[in-house]
């Protein structure tokens, strides 16, 4: 049973502190879907996808006013595209559009699984797939496209990762009239996972079930309002009131992504455990770690205290839900934050340091806008070196930085909603460009041989 | 099922009188009903069972909210199991 104050403080965390399920995304397998032509293959995609997500925007609308939970987003992924059309690589584009028609259909905000997992070696289909990401990024609306680069247990595939770099860069530049959008819907990993649900990195993996629900949730307002009453504690007091937190949000997405897989027929996933910030005041990660008693996120103690929120969070969400998985951890994009825009504006936070955090918290370099004139070699460094702290520390990292065409320095890039706006933050001049084009495959880590 | 419905706003007359009415009506019982203060408002908590109702739940929700506008006051019909589940372990 519950008291009339824990329902008084559901009802704050909702109204006052954004507490919301950022998004219930539906994972379909697509591996049914390969015919003998591309456009075969296109319009069996088309069918399968708006079949199986026809109720999912009605499923959650509903929820969220029977629950009384804002259900931000309704997204699906699929299967990494690369493998499905692996007989008719350069055909691939038929596919992204079916699915970006679907993604309209549905009237789903995001779709994601224009993807590869090239870790070990690229394929000579995957080779031709990969160079199709930047014209379909350009034609599509909702398409989301990962690239798994590197793994813990395979290494860095560092011939991907030069590709990659000018994969970046022409996305960027076919998207020029948006400020590069099209780089905001694409993301290089390591250690990616197969049941994301959070854009732009989700897709559907081999190993899942045919069709799954997995959901992310949020609540970075109701982490930074509840730490206000404490504002002398000691830090051990202030992960286990975050970690009590945690769990409360944690709880109200178990609940919504059980009940979601009952109504559409599909497997309960995973809940992704973590604290997702979007541009609205009040509902920003920066401001918990002002809150802990950093002067401007960025300073020193900025990991330190990044690290503390990261593992409270994931304290606490481990005991609400059965079952949890996806990236699970503090997100740190800066144009999806108030704290982090405002703070790489006043040049208070830098790319170095926010690779730093990104050592200790989930994901990687996330939303960041790079000069316009960074070259394809310094945007493969920047991959490889986030590439080499996942591999290296057994987690997820990723970058999805966007080289704003035709912008300096102190530039601004604006894409509006959820996506944010960012200040274009410097990168190191230096040239690393022989170290890429040397190619290879760095090795896996001597701690990843387990067996 | 078990629902919770809040009504907040500034306190006044025949609050509880208007929402009960409308929900004698409809054949929800109420269980139990206690009020506080939410920030600096008035708030009616009450514990409902909506299983014999004579409109779908979501319709339900609906007319509430919009009885409460007529009243001035901010009515939220929830289901019970999300304050279940995010405050017992």
């Not at chain 1, 009605?58 to 987003?73: F, K, M, Q, R």
């Not at chain 1, 690290?307 to 409270?312: G, P, R």
């Not at chain 1, 460009?433 to 701690?447: Q, S």
Request: contains cysteine.
């Amino acid at each position: 049973m519950f008291s009339k104050f824990d329902v008084i403080e559901t009802i704050e965390m909702i109204e006052k502190e954004h507490l919301d399920i950022r998004t219930v995304t539906m994972g379909i397998s697509l591996l049914s879907c390969i015919r003998a032509s591309a456009k075969e293959t296109a319009q069996a995609v088309y069918d399968l996808v708006c079949r199986k997500a026809e109720r999912l925007v009605p499923t959650a609308d509903a929820l969220s006013g029977e629950y009384g939970i804002p259900i931000v987003n309704k997204r699906v992924s699929v299967t990494p595209v690369s493998l499905i059309t692996a007989a008719f690589p350069s055909e691939s584009a038929l596919v992204g559009a079916a699915l970006d028609r679907a993604a309209k259909q549905l009237g789903i905000d995001f779709l994601g699984g224009y993807s590869a997992l090239v870790h070990k070696g690229t394929a000579d289909y995957e080779e031709q797939f990969l160079a199709t990401i930047p014209e379909v990024l350009a034609s599509t609306e909702r398409l989301c496209s990962s690239v798994n680069v590197g793994s813990s247990k395979s290494g860095i595939n560092m011939d991907a990762v030069r590709t990659m770099g000018e994969i970046v860069l022409k996305t960027a530049q076919l998207t020029k009239e948006q400020d590069g959008l099209g780089c905001a819907k694409l993301v290089v990993f390591c250690n990616a996972v197969e049941d994301n649900p959070f854009m732009a990195g989700a897709f559907h993996g081999v190993g899942e079930a045919d069709t799954v629900i997995n959901v992310g949730v949020s609540g970075p307002g109701v982490v930074q309002h509840a730490l206000k009453f404490i504002p002398d504690a000691d830090l051990t007091d202030a992960a286990e009131l975050i970690k009590r937190t945690a769990f409360k949000i944690t709880r109200a997405g178990q609940l919504i992504a059980k009940e979601a897989a009952k109504r559409l027929g599909a497997r309960f996933g995973i809940v992704d455990l973590s604290l997702a910030p979007t541009p609205a005041r009040g509902d920003s990660v920066a401001h918990i770690l002002e809150e802990l008693g950093l002067e401007v996120v960025g300073c020193h103690g900025t990991t330190a205290a990044l690290a503390m929120l990261n593992d409270a969070v994931k304290k606490g969400g481990v005991m609400a839900s059965s079952r949890v998985g996806g990236l699970s951890g503090a997100f740190i994009p800066v144009s999806e934050d108030i704290g982090m825009i405002e703070s790489a504006t006043a040049g208070a936070i830098t790319l170095e340091k926010l690779e730093a955090m990104t050592c200790v918290c989930s994901v990687g370099l996330d939303m960041i806008a790079i000069p316009g004139d960074t070259p394809a070699t310094t945007i493969s460094a920047i991959i490889a070196d986030e590439a080499a702290i996942g591999m290296v520390n057994n987690k997820t990292t990723a970058v999805r930085v966007i080289p704003a065409p035709s912008k300096k320095v102190g530039d601004e890039v604006s894409f509006g909603g959820l996506l944010g706006r960012a200040p274009v933050m410097p990168v190191h001049t230096g040239d690393g460009g022989k170290f890429i084009r040397r190619g290879g495959l760095i090795p896996a880590p001597i701690h990843s041989f387990k067996n | 099922m078990r629902a919770v419905l809040t009504v907040t706003g500034s306190d006044r007359c025949g609050i509880i009188a208007t929402v009960s009415v409308y929900l004698y009506e409809h054949k929800v019982n109420i269980e139990d009903i206690s009020q506080t203060i939410l920030g600096d408002q008035f708030a009616m908590i009450m514990m409902v069972d909506t299983s014999r109702s004579t409109v779908e739940f979501a319709q339900l929700g609906k007319e509430l909210t919009e009885l409460g506008e007529k009243i001035g006051m901010t009515v939220r019909l929830q289901h019970a199991d999300i304050f279940d589940a995010m405050h017992n372990v």
